[in-house]
Antibody, heavy 123, light 110 residues
């Protein structure tokens, strides 16, 4: 089955760090960009950032509110992408989803989404 | 950062037609924003319905269609079904790299 599985969420204190993972199964992640999206309870979706493929030099981009605190990386040998979150704030509390941007009939498209992992920042 | 605007809520009758729209604070939405429409039902992960303005995935019901309409991206649902009740988010790409989601439209089928 083709899927993305996020893991590593949990409870962390304000100012702390956490690294969550997005593991692909049933397909090779290496040719696709991986985007992270979060959703606070009862709120809408917010784009966090992305990492492109090796072909695109593993370029990254982030939303302004996390730039300098969050880092997206990937290990294509493990078919996994990561989101390292430092200096966490209570407003970072959310379900974090990953999704891939892949090529569908010559066009780029988000297709597969993971089921999400919950990150709670609280003292 | 750009702001993407959507109707907060819409209601459609079963079998009816409704159009959701997606605007940008930076001006007209164009194909260069690669508009997407994402459906999310309560307690579920998002699911991409429409990409690059009007393209459908294999799982996208034929009753959904995407377009550009009057400077906005639009999602039209023709022949609404009870299972279409959900939150619908549009997203736009800016400068080819940054993504901004709209606030979502809660669609009620009633």
């Amino acid at each position: 089955e083709v899927q993305l599985v996020e893991s590593g969420g949990g409870l962390v204190q304000p100012g702390g760090s956490l690294k969550i993972s997005c593991a692909a199964s049933g397909f090779t992640l290496s040719g696709s960009a991986v985007h992270w999206v979060r959703q606070a309870s009862g709120k809408g979706l917010e784009w966090v950032g992305h990492i492109r493929s090796k072909t695109n030099n593993y370029a990254t981009a982030y939303v302004a509110s996390v730039k300098g605190r969050f880092t997206i990386s990937r290990d294509d040998s493990k078919n996994t992408a990561y989101l390292q979150m430092n200096s966490l704030k209570t407003e970072d509390t959310a379900v974090y989803y990953c999704t891939r941007l892949t090529t569908v009939n010559t066009l780029e498209a988000f297709d597969i989404w993971g089921q999400g992992t919950m990150v709670t920042v609280s003292s | 950062q750009a702001v993407v605007t959507q109707e907060p809520s819409l209601t459609v009758s079963p079998g009816g037609t409704v159009t959701l729209t997606c605007g940008s604070s930076t001006g007209a939405v164009t194909s260069g924003h690669y508009p997407y429409w994402v459906q999310q039902k309560p307690g579920q992960a998002p699911r991409t319905l429409i990409y690059d303005t009007s393209n459908k995935h294999s799982w996208t019901p034929a009753r959904f269609s995407g377009s550009l309409l009057g400077g906005k991206a639009a999602l039209t649902l023709s022949g609404a079904q009870p299972e279409d009740e959900a939150e619908y988010y549009c997203l736009l790409f800016y400068s080819g790299a940054y993504v901004v989601f709209g606030g979502g439209t809660k669609l009620t089928v009633l």
